[in-house]
C-alpha cells in the first residue's frame, strides 16, 4: 500500500493511486470514492504579507485566502447574504466586511460576525510546508454554512415566544438554538408567509415569495421553531407572564421578545383611505401594488427611501410616475441636499416627475377609488394608484395596559442588552429605542434590516444568561434603478458635509460631520470605502474632520 508523505497525510486518500501525482505536481485528484476533499498548492508563502487576503482556486472552487499574524486561514470568498466576492470587501484583523451591505465574517472561523445574512462561511483546512500554501476543500461546491443548532429538549418546560416575524425574531430563534436552547420557541406574525426578505418588496415588487424566504419551512420543523401565521398579538400581562392573540386565545411564555417593527405612517386628508391608497408593508402590498400600476398612472407621496425605490422600480412598468415631497429634493435631511438632486435627477430621466416643496390635500375619487390628487400648490394629477411613503410608527399599541415602557414616539424603551423596564421582557428591531454606543450611548430609533438582527442575537444571548452588549455600527443601502447608495454611522444632527469624487457623476464618497469628528458616511460605486470606515468605527477608533479633508484617502488604505 502507498504511504503518504507527512505534508499531505491528513489530506490524500492512502488508497488512491492518483494521490501520487499530488507530489509532483501539488494537486490531489483524490479519484477514490471514498475521498470528498482537494488538496492544491494556491500560491508561495511569500505572496501574502500580513493584512492581506486573495482569491484562490481548489478543484475550480473560489476560496479567500487571508494571512492575518502570520497564519494562514482559508474561507468561502462569497458574501452568504447576497453574494457580493469578499475579496473586494475590507479585511481589518481577523474579519472581513462585506463590501454590499456590511455583513461581516470571522475569516479564522467563517461565523458571521455582523449582519444581514443568516449564514456562516464554510472554512478550509490550510497549511503552509517549504514556502508553499495548501488548502483543502470538498469536491462538492459549498458557498454557506448553517451554524449547529440544538432541538426542543424533551422535560425542558420552558417557553421563549416571539412577537413578530421579522428578521429581530428569526435571528433571536437562531441564536437560540445555536447557544442549546432546548425550550419550545414560539414566533406570532401577523403575516401570510414565513420570513421573508423584506428589503426586496420596495425593489422587485413582482418576486415571488418562495425567492424571498429566509428559511424555508422544513428548516423551522427540524429545529423546533413552531411559526404562527396570520396571528397578532393584542395585548400582553407581564405580571401573568401571557399573551392574547387576535382570535381571543392566551398563550404563556417564559421570556418575551417584542419585536413588531414598525408600521407605514398613514395620510391625513380627506379620501387618503380609500382602495387604491396602498402603503408597502407586506409581501401582498407589494403584489397589488405592481398589479395596479402596471400601464396605469402611479403617484408616490414620500420621498423616503421606500418611496423612492418604488418610484424607480416602477418607472419602466407605470404609464407613468410621479413623486411628491414636502422637502426640495429626496433624502435631504439624511443624506443631504447634493445627493438628493443627484437621485432626483436619476429618476428625471426615467421620466419620473416630482413635485417637491408640496403635499397633498386632498385625494377625489368616486366608487371608492383615487382618480386624482390635489396639492398644496393646487396642481391636480390623475391617479390609479397612490402609493404612501411618508414614514413610519413603532407598532407599540399592543402594549398599552401593560407595564412596559414606551417613549414619546410610541417605540419601546431598552437598555444595551435589548432588556425593557420589566424582568424577561425584551424588545428588538424597528419597535426599540435602544442606545447607540458609537454616539456615547444617545437614545435612537433606527429602522435598518442589519440593526433588527444584531439586536436579536443580542437578545437571544442574554435570554441565556450570558451578558451581551449590543455594539453593532448602523450600516444601509438603497438602491435606485440598479445603483447602490450605502451608508454607515449615525449622522443625525450633522454640521458639515465633506465629498470625495463627483456627485453629479454619480461615483462618490461623503462625510457627515459633527463638530470635528466623521459619524457617518455614505457612498456610491466607490466599494469598499463605507464598509472600510465601518471597521474603523467598530474598533471605536475617532475619524476626524481633517482626515476627511485630506487631498488623499491614504489614511484609509483603500485597494
Not at 186 to 193: A, G, L, N, R, Y
Not at 202 to 220: C, G, T, V
Not at 405 to 430: C, H, P, Q, R, Y
Request: aromatic fraction near 8%; charged fraction near 25%; include cysteine.
Amino acid at each position: 500500500m502507498w504511504a503518504p508523505q507527512p505534508l499531505l497525510d491528513q489530506f490524500v486518500c492512502v488508497e488512491d493511486p492518483a494521490a501520487e501525482d499530488t507530489l509532483k505536481t501539488g494537486k490531489s485528484s483524490m479519484g477514490s470514492s471514498q475521498c470528498s476533499e482537494v488538496t492544491e498548492v494556491v500560491c508561495l508563502e511569500s505572496d501574502l504579507q500580513d493584512g492581506q487576503m486573495k482569491e484562490v482556486e481548489v478543484n475550480h472552487h473560489k476560496i479567500l485566502l487571508v494571512r492575518n499574524e502570520g497564519k494562514f486561514s482559508a474561507v468561502g470568498s462569497l458574501c452568504t447574504h447576497y453574494g457580493a466576492p469578499l475579496i473586494k470587501g475590507a479585511l481589518v484583523g481577523n474579519h472581513v466586511r462585506c463590501p454590499w451591505h456590511g455583513a461581516c465574517f470571522n475569516t479564522t472561523t467563517g461565523d458571521i460576525e455582523e449582519y444581514p445574512g443568516l449564514d456562516s462561511l464554510p472554512s478550509y483546512k490550510v497549511r503552509v510546508e517549504n514556502g508553499k500554501v495548501y488548502v483543502t476543500a470538498s469536491k462538492q461546491k459549498v458557498t454557506k454554512r448553517v451554524k449547529e443548532m440544538s432541538c426542543r429538549v424533551r422535560g425542558v418546560c420552558h417557553t421563549v415566544l416571539l412577537v413578530g416575524g421579522g428578521p429581530a425574531s428569526l435571528q433571536c430563534a437562531e441564536t437560540l438554538r445555536q447557544n442549546n436552547y432546548g425550550g419550545r420557541i414560539i414566533m406570532v406574525t401577523k403575516d401570510e408567509q414565513l420570513p421573508l426578505d423584506k428589503t426586496k418588496l420596495s425593489k422587485a415588487m413582482n418576486i415571488e415569495s418562495e425567492k424571498i424566504l429566509l428559511r424555508p419551512s422544513d428548516f423551522f420543523q427540524k429545529h423546533d421553531i413552531e411559526i404562527w401565521t396570520e396571528k397578532e398579538v393584542v395585548s400582553v400581562n407581564t405580571e401573568g407572564k401571557t399573551v392574547t392573540l387576535s382570535d381571543g386565545t392566551t398563550q404563556q411564555y417564559n421570556q418575551l421578545l417584542i419585536s413588531t417593527g414598525a408600521r407605514a405612517r398613514t395620510m391625513q386628508c380627506p379620501g387618503a383611505d380609500m382602495e387604491n391608497v396602498k402603503h408597502l408593508e407586506s409581501y401582498k402590498d407589494a403584489a397589488e401594488i405592481y398589479q395596479m400600476s402596471v400601464g396605469k398612472k402611479a403617484v408616490v407621496v414620500g420621498t423616503s427611501f421606500i418611496g423612492m425605490e418604488v418610484a424607480a422600480y416602477l418607472s419602466d412598468k407605470a404609464a407613468s410616475v410621479a413623486v411628491v415631497g414636502k422637502s426640495e429634493f429626496p433624502y435631504q435631511f439624511s443624506l443631504g441636499p447634493d445627493i438628493g438632486k443627484m437621485t432626483m435627477k436619476m429618476l428625471e430621466e426615467k421620466n419620473v416627475s416630482f413635485y417637491t416643496n408640496d403635499g397633498v390635500v386632498e385625494m377625489r375619487g368616486e366608487n371608492g377609488r383615487v382618480k386624482e390628487i390635489v396639492l398644496k400648490t393646487g396642481v391636480v394629477l390623475p391617479v390609479d394608484v397612490v402609493i404612501i411613503g411618508i414614514g413610519v410608527i413603532p407598532n407599540s399599541d399592543f402594549l398599552k395596559g401593560s407595564m412596559v415602557e414606551v417613549d414619546s414616539k410610541n417605540a419601546v424603551v431598552v437598555d444595551k442588552f435589548m432588556k425593557t423596564n420589566i424582568l424577561d421582557v425584551f424588545a428588538a428591531g424597528d419597535v426599540t429605542s435602544f442606545p447607540l454606543s458609537i454616539r456615547e450611548d444617545k437614545r435612537v430609533q433606527i429602522g435598518h434590516w442589519q440593526l433588527a438582527q444584531a439586536h436579536g442575537r443580542v437578545a437571544a444571548l442574554n435570554m441565556l444568561n450570558k451578558p451581551t452588549e449590543l455594539n453593532s455600527i448602523p450600516y444601509f443601502w438603497t438602491v435606485l434603478l440598479g445603483k447602490s447608495i450605502r451608508y454607515a454611522g449615525y449622522g443625525e444632527g450633522y454640521t458639515d458635509i465633506v465629498f470625495k469624487g463627483n456627485v453629479d457623476e454619480r461615483k462618490f464618497l461623503t462625510f457627515y460631520i459633527k463638530g470635528d469628528e466623521v459619524v457617518a458616511v455614505a457612498s456610491m460605486n466607490f466599494d469598499p470605502a463605507v464598509s472600510k470606515l465601518a471597521e474603523i468605527m467598530a474598533t471605536g477608533q475617532k475619524i476626524t474632520k481633517s482626515q476627511a479633508e485630506s487631498e488623499d484617502l491614504e489614511w484609509l488604505k483603500l485597494p
